[in-house]
């Protein structure tokens, strides 16, 4: 009886789980191995077909790497900014950290589909706040399109990604500072620790589980964020900023084919419970430890 | 103990009854977005069905027009979803081949109804001997542009392709003294990918070019007429710099923007352009014309066709109250319902001849321009794919080749071996 | 001087990262006409508090923020009950396929909602859960699970179970330390989640818009979604829905942001 205590504690949670995650995995699983399409519904069984058909797709290879960049870069600098804003608001200078820190919050609070549009209003190429700044300064041309340019629509979803994601690292981080205990740093301070060694041998190494979950939770959602990238680009111009849902999307609604969206959603899920299994033992491997 | 027992199954009886319901039938209608003035007008024409069908209560609930294909596809795959719902008449193939849709000529006295339409607009409702709805709001596209812009340069409105060509570069100018250019003579609508090929496909057709061969068997865009209307495009931004831009990203909100801001001379749009662009600027005045033709074909500028697009009511197969749904749909769009379309901005023309031939419909502005264009004009081809042909073949191909990373021959080609390729599906 | 430095970083660096919000704010006292134009304004004429009426008007937004109210606060209760026992089973246990269960608790993320949607759809559907609130709470609050246990799993890890011991010496069951030691040691935490999970469900768009159908079960961001059509677009009213439902999560951080903090802090992410 007392073995079975965990797993009991587990049961809620996992049949929830079941219902609601197991069934649509395995409806996945069965249509990226059959021809399913909308006027036959899920028909023969087709083996790996649609997984080729998807490695082949022009599409895919570029919109895996964007996502990659996307996960990552968004990932990174989110925490990175987050970090940053959290040693600031550290420093505690009095009432407007209070402030100043309620107002960091806000990006994560502003419905995500408004969010999209907000970006695509700032950054529009005429009527848009940032390039009548710019111009203004004299440092770009009027007119200059950052969503309607290949080279730099990546980029802005990106900054928009940063944006939306960096107050949730930036909330644990200021956790995770504040329960760094202070004899670390009184010590440190003895032996004549410049703040920068300070920070690198005892804040950094003290944050070290924070940034681990901000890392495996931002690259997970990243990967299957579709709002950002949907309201803001839609995936172009001309593809230049697809990402795996969205090409998920195309594939399943646009084209009604779900044999090949479901492919490649289990090709990304794969991926994704390969990175966060390794994440896993990292973390079980320190417990012990 | 008897009477106990008596009055609680005589109780039980009364109540059972009263669950029940009562002769009252009950239909779902989606509605798919609509101009202001449009859904205005769309839950007056409900109550008052209500109100002279008693036995019919309906339903309504709005729904992100976004969104549609994920909102129908969950429901109608799993054989639910609305009993009236309002798609654009392109879905007639999608939704009829997968039998989402329910074939309206069944009905008895569709016979009657069908009479009620412009022939042409009924057609596009068509799918495999079939028709999947009834006609709603039609769209033809047109060539706009800026009066004050062409009176200032003492240009009219151009008819071919060189009078095309010619305004949008004079158009182009720096009109800020700074050296950069700031108005453009075109702007396209890069950032809808559907948008885009409603806006492209009117000159593939006025020149005489196919999508699709009428059996649905052949691509035919990329014929040599083809590869010209495309190069004409690919010339103006790549040589004559009259294009805007930015035009990747523009979306509607963008390209009315441009237009009402004075960014830009010229811009292809349907119906709804009066509206829209005196909601932002009611001042604004402009010239609607036909969208111009190659100079060789001059002679056929008031017959070429244009692009039509339509919206149609159509009914759920799998619906449990045809019959009302139909009584509903064919209250929606009767006549006296399309004068609606006449006397209000629904963004879009009306679709009965008889409204269509009204007095009324000749003296409205922009009217009889739109009309004549309809009378001639020609939807995309009734395939099940063309949705995604249109959005994700043919247009993501004509933009790389306007901006110049493909040659137009190289980009319709490739695109044609795609769509080829999705038709015969194999892929 | 030190200090003016950090006040202007703190006030320039707020300014940066509010920019979109405070065009946001900006369009949604602007009449229609006024939304984006050149050159840039922050205030136009005609700026009143119109659209945070009209759109009310405009759609049942009363209706839409109950329904919102229900759905986020139903799944943060779920979430949170199921989640913390199984956060104190993987915290306070060690048992054959433990990694496994964590990893499988991560798993509801990984699949693209394009891919979920048509199986959960026919689930709820056969269920008799569509469009109610019972079936969005469901998928909710499943969405919600992965996070808010490990969340909590970090939080019961800094709790040292000295504190537990003692009361397990004292003769309490496991569970009735869980309830009487743990679950108040850890409440700053639990609010913390509470708060991360309330606005998950409170801005989720996309399986509320498939899964709910009628005005009844609509929620908030559904409806703002509204403001968007084919050739209608009310960026004022979009733009005041979106303030105006901001407000909600915003209050609840600015309340419970010393219990927030002092939880996260308390042991929570070592």
């Not at chain 1, 069984?45 to 968004?74: E, K």
């Not at chain 2, 495009?233 to 990747?248: E, K, N, R, T």
Request: aromatic share 12%; proline share 5%; charged share 15%.
């Amino acid at each position: 009886m007392k073995k079975a205590t965990p797993y009991l504690l587990l049961l809620p949670a996992l049949l929830f789980t079941a219902l609601v995650v197991a069934f649509p995995l395995v409806q996945n699983i069965i249509n990226s191995v059959r021809e399913v399409s909308m006027v036959k519904g899920v028909g023969k069984w087709i083996g790996l077909a649609n997984y080729t058909h998807v490695l082949h797709d022009p599409l895919f290879l570029l919109s895996f790497r964007n996502t990659l960049i996307y996960a990552l870069a968004g990932t990174l600098l989110a925490l990175l900014i987050g970090l940053a804003l959290a040693l600031l608001l550290n420093m505690k200078i009095g009432r407007i950290t209070t402030i100043a820190s309620f107002l960091y919050t806000i990006p994560w609070v502003l419905s995500p589909v408004v969010a999209g549009f907000a970006w695509k209003w700032i950054l529009n190429d005429h009527f848009g706040i940032v390039n009548y700044w710019l111009s203004s300064a004299g440092l770009i041309d009027v007119g200059t399109s950052w969503l309607g340019n290949p080279h730099t629509a990546l980029f802005c979803v990106i900054l928009a990604r940063v944006w939306q994601f960096y107050p949730f690292a930036m909330v644990m981080f200021l956790a995770g500072l504040q329960s760094i205990p202070q004899e670390q740093y009184e010590a440190a301070a003895v032996d004549g620790a410049t703040t920068f060694r300070r920070f690198f041998h005892i804040t950094l190494p003290n944050l070290r589980p924070v940034i681990s979950v901000l890392l495996v939770l931002g690259v997970i959602w990243s990967f299957n964020d579709f709002n950002m990238v949907f309201v803001m680009t839609r995936g172009g111009p001309m593809n230049a900023s697809m990402v795996l849902p969205v090409l998920v999307r195309e594939f399943s609604f646009v084209y009604f084919d779900l044999g090949k969206g479901s492919a490649l959603s289990i090709m990304t899920f794969v991926l994704l419970v390969a990175l966060s299994f390794l994440y896993i033992r990292v973390l079980s491997g320190k417990e012990t430890a | 103990m008897t009477h106990t027992i008596l009055v609680t199954v005589l109780l039980s009886l009364t109540l059972i009854s009263c669950g029940k319901k009562s002769d009252v039938v009950e239909i779902q209608d989606w509605n798919f977005g609509g101009r202001p003035h449009l859904m205005v007008w769309l839950r007056q024409r409900t109550e008052s069905f209500e109100q002279t069908h008693p036995g019919i209560k309906v339903v309504q609930s709005d729904k992100s027009w976004n969104m549609i294909r994920e909102i129908l596809y969950a429901s109608f795959s799993t054989g639910t979803g609305p009993d009236v719902v309002n798609t654009h008449a392109n879905y007639a193939a999608e939704f009829g081949e997968a039998g989402y849709y329910y074939p309206l000529n069944t009905f008895p006295d569709f016979k009657e109804v069908r009479h009620w339409y412009m022939p042409e607009l009924l057609e596009t409702t068509r799918y495999k001997d079939n028709y999947y709805g009834l006609p709603s709001s039609a769209i033809a596209f047109a060539l706009v542009c800026d009066k004050a812009m062409f009176d200032a340069e003492g240009i009219a409105p151009p008819k071919t392709w060189s009078q095309f060509r010619e305004a949008a570069k004079r158009l182009t100018k720096c009109t800020d003294g700074d050296g950069i250019m700031d108005q453009y003579g075109l702007v396209l609508m890069g950032g809808d990918k559907g948008g885009f090929a409603y806006r492209m496909v009117p000159f593939f057709y006025k020149a005489g070019v196919n999508f699709m061969s009428d059996d649905l068997s052949k691509v035919e865009f990329n014929s040599p007429m083809g590869v010209a209307t495309l190069a004409l495009f690919a010339d103006m931004y790549q040589v004559d710099h009259s294009i805007a831009p930015g035009f990747l990203a523009y979306g509607h909100t963008e390209t009315n923007d441009m237009f009402c801001g004075n960014r830009v001379a010229m811009c292809i749009e349907g119906p709804w352009v009066r509206g829209m662009v005196h909601e932002k600027d009611p001042t604004k005045e402009f010239y609607i014309v036909a969208v111009p033709v190659p100079d060789e074909m001059i002679d056929r500028y008031d017959t070429a066709p244009t692009l039509q697009d339509m919206v149609m009511y159509s009914v759920n197969a799998r619906s449990k109250n045809l019959n009302a749904a139909w009584e509903f749909v064919k209250y929606l769009r009767n006549e006296e319902a399309d004068m609606a379309w006449i006397r209000d901005d629904m963004g879009a023309l009306a679709v009965t001849t008889a409204a269509l031939n009204s007095p009324e419909a000749q003296n409205i502005k922009d009217l009889p321009l739109f009309i004549k264009e309809l009378k001639n004009a020609r939807p995309l081809p009734p395939h099940p794919q063309i949705v995604a042909l249109a959005s994700n073949t043919f247009t993501p191909f004509c933009e790389k080749a306007i901006v110049g990373e493909l040659s137009p021959q190289d980009a319709l080609d490739q695109a044609a071996r795609e769509a080829q390729s999705v038709i015969e599906g194999k892929e | 001087m030190k200090r003016i430095i950090l006040v202007s970083t703190i006030c320039v660096v707020a300014f940066v990262v509010l920019l979109p919000f405070l065009w946001t704010l900006s369009t949604s006292f602007k009449s229609l006409p006024d939304v984006n134009t050149y050159p840039p304004e922050w205030t136009s004429v005609n700026m009143s508090v119109r659209p945070y009426i009209d759109m009310f008007f405009y759609m049942p937004f009363s209706t839409y923020t109950l329904n919102s109210l229900i759905v986020a606060s139903a799944s943060t209760i779920i979430s949170l009950c199921t989640g913390s026992l199984a956060a104190f089973a993987f915290s306070r246990f060690q048992f054959a396929g433990k990694r496994f269960f964590l990893l499988v608790f991560l798993l509801s993320q990984m699949l693209p909602g394009a891919s979920v949607i048509i199986p959960l759809f026919q689930f709820l559907n056969a269920m008799g859960l569509y469009d109610t609130h019972a079936g969005l709470i469901l998928v909710h609050s499943a969405v919600l699970l992965p996070f808010v246990i490990w969340l909590l799993y970090g939080f019961f890890q800094g709790i040292p179970r000295e504190v537990e011991d003692a009361a397990l010496i004292d003769g309490c069951s496991r569970l009735t330390a869980l309830r009487k030691v743990i679950l108040p040691l850890a409440l700053p935490g639990i609010g913390a989640t509470a708060l991360f999970a309330f606005l998950g469900s409170w801005n989720e768009f996309f399986f509320a818009l498939i899964l709910t159908s009628s005005d009844a079960t609509k929620t908030i961001p559904v409806g703002i979604g509204l403001f968007v059509g084919e050739y209608n677009e009310i960026w004022n009213q979009m733009s005041a829905s979106a303030v105006l439902f901001s407000v909600p999560p915003l209050l609840l951080f600015a309340l419970m942001r010393k219990t927030f903090v002092k939880g996260l802090s308390a042991g929570a992410v070592k």
